[in-house]
């Protein structure tokens, strides 16, 4: 139907006549042996709505000779494979025809590891760089090697303990998965001073009875002096306002200082000592 009035000037087609518009075009052969030489039959779709039984004769389920007679997927008759795309849909052989069904690949878990940093880390922010190693897919899309990849972690100030850093589809691949998220959780590293609070940090102070003024440590190295003077009493706590960790929703703000005294009384005490205490 096409031809009949001439191919468009734009097409180059060379069979066309001078001048343009008297290229005429008509079928002379019988339009039935077209269709029994490329399908088989006279009727392409007889095998589509004809309601026979598929079966492992290689029909295609409507009683006919099946899609794989009817057009070649893969590399040979016969020999349909299915490759997964990225996004997870399905096609045959090199990709010349789609058939069926899309096939969703099924993401792996995801990887999840416990990433250690320090209370000074988290007072200040770092850059932490981790080498993972995980299986890559070569380019002809089935064979796999093994890589190395440096994965770049920025710790925020005041990042909390729990906080997850995931890089997406970083674990293993294969020709039939998506591969996994690998996912690092911020865990507090102990430290030898202090513990952590939310923003808040707690020090535990030790102090004799007869002590007046102490040297409290801060998270940035410093030295605070603090005075006594009330009684302390056995697990008494006292609080030192902004000298905490960032509070990472409130720029600028800090939490705070939080010190627990423990009061460490003398085993024994002298016969001097006992008579100034009694006066």
Do not use: C
């Amino acid at each position: 139907q096409g031809l009949k009035n001439g191919p468009p000037p734009e097409s180059g087609f060379q069979g066309s006549a001078p001048g343009g518009g008297n290229f005429h075009y008509e079928f002379q052969g019988n339009p039935r042996d077209t269709f029994q030489m490329f399908f088989g039959g006279d009727d392409p779709f007889a095998s589509f709505f004809s309601g026979g039984g598929g079966g492992g004769d290689g029909g295609d389920g409507f009683g006919g000779p099946g899609l794989s007679r009817m057009f070649h997927f893969g590399g040979h008759p016969g020999q349909e494979e299915m490759d997964v795309d990225d996004e997870g849909y399905g096609h045959f052989g090199d990709g010349h025809m789609g058939g069926g069904r899309p096939q969703r690949k099924r993401q792996d878990s995801a990887v999840v590891r416990e990433l250690p940093v320090s209370l000074e880390d988290i007072y200040k922010g770092a850059t932490k760089k981790l080498k993972i190693t995980h299986r890559v897919l070569n380019i002809d899309g089935r064979s796999t090697r093994t890589e190395d990849k440096i994965l770049t972690i920025d710790i925020k100030p005041g990042w909390k303990a729990g906080t997850k850093i995931t890089f997406p589809k970083e674990g293993d691949q294969t020709p039939n998965n998506i591969p996994a998220d690998v996912v690092f959780v911020i865990k507090d590293k102990p430290h030898s001073v202090f513990t952590r609070e939310g923003s808040d940090i707690r020090y535990k102070a030790k102090i004799s009875p007869k002590d007046a003024t102490l040297q409290i440590p801060t998270i940035d190295g410093r030295k605070i002096p603090l005075r006594l003077q009330e009684v302390v009493k056995p697990h008494t706590a006292k609080r030192i306002q902004g000298e905490g960790l960032p509070i990472p929703k409130q720029p600028g703000e800090r939490g705070d200082l939080i010190i627990d005294f423990d009061v460490v009384f003398p085993n024994q005490i002298s016969s001097t000592a006992k008579e100034i205490l009694s006066d």
